[in-house]
C-alpha cells in the first residue's frame, strides 16, 4: 500500500495561500505574474475608450473640431490595439471583450452623439431617433461580428470582403454632416432632417448583407508603382493635416461612391446571392472591426 504522503521540505507551507484566496485560479493570475506585453494592447484600448468618452464632453462643451478629432483619435487607436496584440503575441479572450466595448463606445455612441449635439438636435425627436439607429445598428454589427468569429469555415471570400460596411467606415461616413458644417455649412433645421435620413442610411449600411472590399486580402503592387503609391499616400496624409475637413469630406464621400463597385466586384467573382444574414445561418463575414 501507498503510504501517507510526506511533505517536501523544501516547499512553503500552502495554508496562508490558501486562506488569502491567492490559489483561486477563477480570479486569475497575479498583477505582478502579467508580462508587460500582455498590458501593452489593453491600455491601447482603454486609450481609445477615454478618446470616444472625451469627443463626448468636447462635443457637449461645443468645441466640435476637438470631439470629431478625438473620435477620429479613437477610431485610430481602436484600430491598431489589435494588430499591437497580434505582434506582441499578447492576443488573450479578456482583450477581445475589452475591444468589443471599446467598439461600441467609439464607433457607435461617441460619433452618435457628436452628430446629435452638432446639427441632429436641430431635427428635435427626428434627430435623437436617428441617432438611436445608428448607435444601436453599430452595436448588432458588432455583436454580428462577435457571432461570426466563432465559426471554424468561413468561406473563401471573407478574406477580401466585409458583409456591410465595418463599424469604423461607419463612424467615419457618418460624421460627413460634421465635416460639411465645419467647412461653413449651416446646421439648420433642413440640413438637420436631410443629416437624420443620412444618418438612418448609414446604420442601414453597418448592418445590411453587402459585400465590402476589407482591403485584408494579400495584394500585391507592381514593382514600378511603389512609388507612386508611397506619393499617392504622402500627399493624402499632407493635406489631410493642412485641409482636414475637405479631405475628410471627400474620403467620406469617395468611399460611398466604391461601395456599389465592390459589391459589383464580389458578384462577378464570386458570383450567385448576396451573403447570408448570420441569424439565418449563413457564412457572411462580420466586418474586422471590425
Not at 36 to 59: D, E, F, H
Not at 152 to 176: D, H, I, T
Not at 189 to 202: F, K, P
Request: net charge neutral.
Amino acid at each position: 500500500m501507498e503510504g501517507p504522503q510526506q511533505e517536501n521540505p523544501a516547499e512553503p507551507p500552502k495554508v496562508a495561500d490558501e486562506a488569502n484566496g491567492s490559489n483561486d485560479t477563477g480570479r486569475g493570475p497575479r498583477l505582478r505574474e502579467i508580462p508587460l506585453r500582455l498590458m501593452i494592447p489593453n491600455m491601447i484600448t482603454v486609450l481609445a475608450i477615454c478618446a470616444g468618452l472625451s469627443g463626448i464632453r468636447l462635443a457637449f462643451e461645443n468645441r466640435i473640431e476637438l470631439a470629431v478629432a478625438m473620435v477620429l483619435l479613437a477610431a485610430f487607436l481602436d484600430g491598431i490595439d489589435g494588430r499591437v496584440a497580434r505582434l506582441l503575441k499578447a492576443t488573450s479572450n479578456f482583450g477581445g471583450q475589452m475591444d468589443s466595448l471599446a467598439d461600441i463606445i467609439n464607433f457607435g455612441v461617441a460619433p452618435a452623439l457628436v452628430l446629435y449635439v452638432f446639427i441632429l438636435d436641430q431635427a428635435r425627436s427626428i434627430g435623437w431617433i436617428a441617432a438611436l439607429v445608428y448607435a444601436i445598428a453599430c452595436g448588432l454589427r458588432l455583436a454580428r461580428f462577435n457571432v461570426m468569429a466563432e465559426r471554424q469555415s468561413k468561406a473563401a471570400w471573407q478574406s477580401e470582403y466585409f458583409v456591410g460596411v465595418p463599424a469604423p467606415a461607419g463612424a467615419m461616413l457618418v460624421l460627413l454632416p460634421v465635416y460639411l458644417g465645419l467647412l461653413g455649412l449651416a446646421p439648420e433645421r433642413t440640413m438637420a432632417l436631410i443629416a437624420s435620413g443620412y444618418t438612418v442610411l448609414i446604420a442601414f449600411l453597418l448592418v445590411s448583407r453587402l459585400p465590402v472590399w476589407s482591403g485584408k486580402s494579400e495584394s500585391r503592387v507592381r514593382r514600378d508603382l511603389v512609388l507612386p503609391v508611397i506619393l499617392i499616400v504622402v500627399f493624402y496624409v499632407a493635406t489631410l493635416m493642412t485641409y482636414t475637413w475637405e479631405t475628410m469630406a471627400v474620403t467620406a464621400l469617395g468611399y460611398l461612391i466604391t461601395l456599389p463597385f465592390g459589391a459589383r466586384s464580389w458578384q462577378r467573382k464570386y458570383g450567385g446571392d448576396w451573403p447570408a444574414h448570420p441569424a439565418h445561418g449563413g457564412d457572411g463575414l462580420p466586418g474586422d472591426k471590425d
